[in-house]
């Protein structure tokens, strides 16, 4: 049981915080998670992801295979070149959108779309924290809430399902029918454990399902609220403008009139 909630809250530390680390591969399938500080020509410096005040330390590029950076770029690093010349970079997967590109992003069901493609929550996160940034506590309060809700859901099924077995296996030991008074009473005692243990267990996992479905739906409605705020402020900066009410002077065939313009 320590196992599964060390695990479950493992889990949830993860999904929460490793979109904010960039993964450096080298030649040598080394996976480092970092957190890149500055690309030079020729070398990368970054520090080690957990020892955020470590040392700065320097990588050639040359040593490099790719490099995933948190806004969902993608760096794969040509090392096919002669030794001494600078390893040239070709960009993959998705390019980081900037603010001028959220005129031409769409937003449907709580996401966001530019052209016809969904934007991961990497890259949503990303442009409204460098576009919106006054929107991005608001974002992150409503993942962790969502996520949040995820994990406490998931182990309340966990725990009802358990307890659920629990109380099927107590039966196994429920056993009226037998003569030897003593073995009836070990095997109440035992009956009486099994389903104490799946009672518990089923109380503990409906207590944490019913707070866990009501968090994980206001994490996404806050969530989802919040990307479509972001859109909407891109949306009235490009909409805002109306043509004031005008008269214009308009011929038909042979007649002559006056038009209302708005």
Known sequence: MRRLISATFLFLSLFV?????DIIITKDRL?????VVHVNRSTIDYKEFDKPDGELKTMLKSNIASIAYENGIVE???NTNSEGQTSSVRPQARQALTCADMD???YKGGELFYNNRALSNKEIKYAIRNCKPELYKQYQSGHHRMVAGIVTT?????FLASGCVFIAFSSVFDNDNDDDDYFEEE???????WFGLGVGFAAVGATATAIGVPLWVSGVNKRNRTIQQFKDGFSDRTSGYSEPVHID????????????KF
Do not use: R, W
């Not at 915080?17 to 680390?21: P, Y």
């Not at 996976?31 to 957190?35: G, R, T, W």
């Not at 095997?187 to 454990?193: L, N, P, R």
């Open 76 to 78: 794969v690093y040509d």
């Open 249 to 260: 002077l308009v011929s038909h065939k042979n007649n002559i009139g006056l038009a209302l």
């Open 104 to 106: 031409n992003v769409t």
């Open 17 to 21: 915080f490793a979109d904010a680390q």
């Open 31 to 35: 996976k480092i998670e970092a957190k």
């Open 154 to 158: 998931c182990v309340g099924l966990d």
């Open 187 to 193: 095997e109440d005692e035992i009956h009486d454990i």
